[in-house]
């Protein structure tokens, strides 16, 4: 599968903008999907992961309920709409995609190493 992120940008603190990512190949529906996000000088970390139907998500702490996942199958399309942004989410944002393991729960899901399949990122830059 070939994954296409975009949506980011400029934005000022307490905005709401929505990433998408583009999903083409082989049923991308069939796929666990994801967020990370890498700050400036920092590692890359885990945002958000969603169920193959949609019906179940996790989000890391940093995430704070401002951000929610969803998914569209028709459109093959994943999104991760931010609310209430502050200068400290300023990242490159990556979507990944995990075709082979089951969905689960927890810190497993973070593991960068399930997902097999990356985005080549959007960034989102947030002023104060």
């Known amino acids: 599968v070939q994954l296409q992120a975009y949506g980011g940008g400029l934005v000022q603190a307490g905005g709401s903008p929505r990433l998408s990512c583009a999903a083409s190949?082989?049923?991308?529906?069939?796929?666990?999907m994801a967020w990370f996000r890498q700050a400036p000088g920092k590692v890359r970390e885990f945002v958000a992961a969603?169920?193959?139907?949609?019906?179940?998500?996790y989000y890391a702490a940093s995430a704070g309920g401002r951000f929610a996942i969803s998914r569209d199958n028709a459109k093959n399309t994943v999104y991760l709409q931010m609310n209430s942004l502050k200068p400290e989410d300023t990242a490159l944002y990556y979507c990944?995609?995990?075709?082979?393991?089951?969905?689960?729960?927890?810190?497993?899901?973070?593991?960068?190493?399930?997902?097999?399949?990356w985005g080549q990122g959007t960034l989102v830059t947030v002023s104060s």
């Open positions: 990944a995609a995990d075709r082979d393991n089951p969905w689960t729960t927890g810190s497993v899901l973070i593991n960068q190493g399930r997902y097999g399949y």
């Open positions: 190949g082989r049923s991308p529906s069939t796929y666990i």
């Open positions: 969603l169920s193959r139907g949609g019906g179940s998500s």
